[in-house]
C-alpha cells in the first residue's frame, strides 16, 4: 500500500469523504455521492478514477459489480491513522464526564469503571469494555493458620482492609507454633511492601540467610508468597452488548456477532487484547482479522490504557464494535475517558 504522502490531497480527500459516507451509511458509496460531498468540483468520472486508483493500492474494494466501494480493513487503518495523528483526539476533558465520573470518586475505582462503561457504550452505540486493574495491595499483615496436617492457610491483609486467602499444600509436619514465627516474621518484613516486592525481598533474604530457617520454613514462606501473590484473571467489564445487533440484518453479519458474543463470553480474546492496549502508551484500534490479536472479521476495538498514581498501567478501558463503526466519535471519546479516569485515579 502507497504510504499517506504518496498520494494526492485529491485522493486523500476523496478517500476519507467516502470513509465517513461509509460510516454514516454502513453502505458502499458512489462516485455521485461523493461529488456532492468533496469540496473539489469534480465529476463523477473523475472520482471514479480516483476510487479506482485507490481500489489499485488496497485502499478500497467493490463488494458486487456496482459502482460503490467501501474500505478495506488495510483502508480502515490507514484512515484511523491519520485521525490518532489528528489534535483533535488528544482534545481537552469532556466536562460532562468528568462530572458524572467525579460523582462516584467517592465509591472507589470499581465504580468509576463501571460507570465509565456505561458511557462509552450509551455514547458509542456499540459495547464498552473496561479490564479493571489487578489488585497490588500495600501489606499490612500475613498470616499462616494450621488447617490441616498438610494444609496451610495463608491469610493476606492489605493495608485498605482487604482481606484474600490462599492455601497451600505440604508435605512435612509443622506446629501452628512455628508458622505463628512465619507470620510474625514475613508482616513485620514485609509491611508497607506490595506482595511483588515482598517476594523479591524474601527471595534475596532467603538466599543470604539460608541458615536463619529450617528447609520446611523456607519451603512454606516462599510458596506461601507465591500463592499470595497468584493473581486472579483481570476482571473484565462489558456493558451494551445489545448494541451489536442494531442494524444486523444479514445472516453473514448475525455469525459474526455471534462469534463475537462467543468470545466476550470466554473473555480470552478481550482480555488479549486489552492486555496488549496496556503494555502501550496510547491509544490503540484493532481492526478486524489483520490484527493478530482480532481475529473476528467484521469488528473492531478502540481502547487505551490507564495508570496509577506513580505512573504505572494498570488497566485498559475501550469500545468494542462493528468495522464501520464512528471512529471521528469513538477515538477522541475513548481518549477523553482514559483521561479522567488518569486524573481521578491522581486525585485519589
Known sequence: MKE????????????????????????????RLLSKRSQFPLSSATIRNIMADLEDVGLLYAEHTSAGRIPTEAGLKFFVKGLLESSDVRNAENEDIARILESKANEGIDSILEQATSILSSLSKCAGVVLSPRSDHILRQIEFVLLQRDQILVVIISQS???????????????????????????????????????????NELSTQKDKFSAIA????????????????????????ANLLDGVEEIEELETVRHLFEAIETK?????????????????????????????????????????PTNRVIGAIGVIGPTSMNYRQVIPLVNCMSKVINRLLEEE
Open 161 to 203: 482492609g482487604h482481606v484474600e486467602n490462599r492455601i497451600i499444600s505440604h508435605d512435612e509436619e509443622i506446629a501452628q507454633d512455628q508458622l505463628d514465627i512465619l507470620s510474625k516474621y514475613l508482616s513485620e518484613y514485609l509491611y508497607g511492601k506490595t506482595l511483588a516486592q515482598g517476594q523479591l525481598l524474601v527471595q
Open 4 to 31: 499517506e504522502h504518496q498520494l494526492t490531497t485529491r485522493s486523500l480527500e476523496i478517500f476519507k469523504e467516502l470513509v465517513d459516507a461509509y460510516i454514516e451509511t454502513g453502505e458502499a458509496v458512489g462516485s
Open 218 to 241: 523456607t519451603d512454606i514462606l516462599q510458596r506461601g508468597l507465591q500463592a499470595a501473590a497468584e493473581q486472579k484473571s483481570s476482571s473484565l467489564i462489558l456493558k451494551g452488548q
Open 268 to 308: 480470552k480474546t478481550m482480555i488479549n487484547l486489552l492486555n496488549a492496549t496496556s503494555k502501550a502508551d496510547d491509544i490503540q484500534v484493532f481492526i478486524g482479522a489483520e490484527n493478530t490479536h482480532f481475529d473476528m472479521t467484521g469488528c473492531s476495538l478502540i481502547a487505551s490504557p490507564y495508570k496509577s
